[in-house]
């Protein structure tokens, strides 16, 4: 069982930064590719960005392609999402995930931190 605890979330106005951190809970870490998803009010989750448990390859959703940026540090079995020029529409519920991204399915999932941009 993988536990994750996400940190780093806040209040920041349009074209800001934050970084979000997902710490996880045991070594097995380092075997998962992992995912940042984020869920606005009213709408479903969606996919942000994931890399594979090496680190090798990492993947976004369009919408945030050369403004986000997932990195890990498997010694300290955390991910990362660096989140600059941010927009009022990447207000949301950043959740992280654990799992193999190829076949889309996380088996392990943070409880949220709450990213607000203002205009």
């Known amino acids: 069982q993988v536990q994750l605890v996400e940190s780093g979330g806040g209040l920041v106005q349009a074209g800001g930064s934050l970084r979000l951190s997902c710490a996880a809970s045991e070594r097995a870490f380092s075997r998962y590719d992992m995912g940042w998803f984020r869920q606005a009010p009213g709408k479903e989750r969606e996919f942000v960005a994931a890399?594979?448990?090496?680190?090798?390859?990492?993947y976004y959703t369009i919408s945030v392609n050369g403004r986000f940026t997932i990195s890990r540090d498997n010694a300290k079995n955390t991910v990362y999402l660096q989140m600059n020029s941010l927009k009022p529409e990447d207000t949301a519920v950043y959740y992280c995930a654990a799992g193999v991204y190829s076949t889309g399915f996380y088996d392990y999932w943070g409880q949220g931190t709450q990213v607000t941009v203002s205009s």
């Open positions: 890399i594979t448990w090496s680190g090798g390859r990492r």
